[in-house]
């Protein structure tokens, strides 16, 4: 090869290898935490929270969960029910002040009971994603976002829009914002360092935050290690002013469905208190029935009566991933046609919650009859990437049996 092309090829190989690293890796962080009853037992960390700062990610670093931010506000809800300010079985109408109705089935009530299991007979046909001065009501009264073949209580859909419904209702039964109120009957007893959105969210934790990554481009919390100047979606006209708002009339604000801002080792507490019957390192949150509760199917899938994947997911490969659902507990290894949602691969019917959203995959899972749990979570993880043996990706599936 004569020197002027060995020159070139030279040049071409060096821009290629200088384009790749200035790519982030897929996925581009991976984090990992097993627990038991008594504690974290490892922690493995790998990538980067933030790529452009060249910050490694940590088990401490908090991350948006995406879903399983359903299961931490059903935690909510229970200690509400513990304390005699909610019921499970009322009619969420009274709380909301307003009548909540499916229009194709208005003679059902629709309770908190429902809302938490996804069995309303809502759709995602709308977006649940709501600007800080929308008018939830207006919203729900739009016919397209219920479904006209089922009524309340008769078939399982995953849809997001149902927790926004239940922070209306815990706001107007409190008074106090979604944020907020999280704070005060989760985190704080907990001493977690956790937050819905960043408003109510500590400098320190804004500072450590996982940046969410899609083909190579960040989507999500790339705030420069601050909070950002807008914690929510902004109003209609772009303002940003949370003192618009009030109790109820837009449980989206603070995103209960999936907005949740936790570090693996704090989802490892989160899942330590399910282990110990809601009880953690001595400060009892809950009642063992009322966990007892939470961690039992309300819908099982037996082949015709719900579907068994997230209804706005688009996704072939995640069918089969929901078979048996509770208040905002997943439990996995169901034995029906149908069903692909073993991870793990071993056929243990661990209880918890997944997350998808922008890029990331996440997981909560305690096994309660050894008294053991994991949560991970993966970012950058590519739109195509399905499962050898389950509904779950292929990241889900490493994640969850790694050794």
Same mark, same amino acid.
């Given at each position: ?18 384009? =790749? ?51 931490? %506000?059903?935690? $909510? ?218 961690? %039992? ?25 929901? =078979?048996?659902? $509770? ?11 149908? =069903? ?18 922008? $890029? ?11 008294? %053991? ?31």
């Amino acid at each position: 090869m004569h020197n002027a092309s060995r020159y070139c090829v030279s040049l071409l190989v060096a821009s290629l290898l200088a384009a =790749c690293a200035s790519l982030p890796p897929v996925p581009v962080a991976e984090v990992r935490v097993t627990f038991d009853i008594s504690g974290v037992r490892e922690a493995h960390a790998s990538g980067y929270a933030d790529v452009a700062a060249r910050r490694p990610v940590t088990s401490d670093n908090p991350v948006r969960v995406a879903s399983i931010s359903k299961l931490v %506000t059903a935690i $909510g809800v229970m200690r509400l029910v513990e304390a005699g300010i909610l019921t499970l079985d009322a009619d969420v109408s009274d709380q909301l002040g307003w009548p909540l109705r499916h229009p194709f089935y208005p003679d059902r009530p629709i309770t908190l009971r429902l809302l938490l299991s996804h069995r309303t007979g809502l759709t995602d046909n709308i977006s649940y994603v709501l600007p800080l001065d929308a008018d939830m009501r207006a919203t729900l009264s739009n016919p397209e976002a219920w479904d006209r073949a089922h009524g309340p209580g008769d078939s399982f859909s995953y849809v997001n829009f149902n927790f926004p419904i239940v922070a209306a209702v815990m706001e107007r039964a409190t008074g106090e914002r979604f944020d907020k109120l999280m704070d005060r009957l989760v985190f704080k007893p907990l001493a977690i360092d956790a937050c819905f959105n960043w408003d109510s969210c500590s400098t320190d934790a804004a500072a450590r935050a996982v940046v969410l990554y899609r083909d190579g481009e960040a989507i999500r919390d790339d705030n420069k290690g601050k909070k950002p100047a807008c914690a929510v979606t902004p109003a209609a006209n772009d303002a940003c002013d949370l003192g618009v708002w009030k109790p109820g009339a837009n449980g989206a604000i603070f995103s209960p469905q999936g907005g949740l801002r936790i570090s693996a080792n704090g989802l490892a507490r989160i899942g330590r208190l399910l282990l110990g019957g809601g009880e953690v390192d001595g400060v009892r949150l809950l009642s063992p029935a009322s966990v007892t509760l939470m961690l %039992t199917p309300q819908w099982t899938f037996n082949g015709a009566n719900g579907q068994t994947y997230e209804a706005d997911a688009g996704n072939d490969a995640a069918r089969g991933a929901l =078979c048996r659902y $509770g208040l905002a507990t997943q439990t996995l290894a169901t034995h029906a046609e149908g =069903c692909r949602d073993n991870p793990f691969g071993d056929d243990i019917p661990r209880i918890g919650h997944a997350g998808d959203a922008y $890029g990331l995959k996440s997981g909560l899972w305690i096994d309660r009859a050894t008294g %053991t749990g994991i949560a991970y979570f993966a970012t950058g993880v590519p739109e195509s990437d399905p499962g050898r043996h389950s509904g779950f990706t292929a990241t889900e599936e490493r994640l969850a049996t790694r050794k």
